[in-house]
Nanobody
Framework: QVRLVESGGGSVQSGGSLRLSCAAS????????MGWYRQAPGKQRELVAT??????VYADSVKGRFTISTNDAKNTVYLQMNSLLPEDTAVYYC??????????WGAGSQVTVLS
């Protein structure tokens, strides 16, 4: 069984930074896709950033401010968030899809940006 454990959320003033981490525990995984999504109150879950072996993709709203990365073992994905805005306030979820067609979601990490 694989579990994704998120950390790094919290509250920060507008303009501040946070770094989210999502670590896979349990059996080893072979991801071909890792990403971060977010869901604000009353809104649908939306893509924030994704990373594969050869490319990264960002939502227009976070380009130039957020950076997605992984560790060498490809079992942890990070989201460095700079120049945070109140509209970035949401629950952030990590998502991993593996080469064996399994996929997993984290439980979510609250990010609150104060104006």
């Amino acid at each position: 069984q694989v579990r994704l454990v998120e950390s790094g959320g919290g509250s920060v003033q507008s303009g501040g930074s946070l770094r989210l981490s999502c670590a896979a525990s349990g059996r080893s995984i072979s991801p071909n896709f890792m990403g971060w999504y977010r869901q604000a109150p009353g809104k649908q879950r939306e893509l924030v950033a994704t990373i594969t072996s050869d490319r990264t993709v960002y939502a227009d709203s976070v380009k130039g401010r957020f950076t997605i990365s992984t560790n060498d073992a490809k079992n942890t994905v990070y989201l460095q968030m700079n120049s945070l805005l109140p509209e970035d306030t949401a629950v952030y979820y990590c998502h991993v899809a593996c080469v064996d067609s399994s996929w997993y979601w984290g439980a979510g990490s609250q990010v609150t940006v104060l104006s």
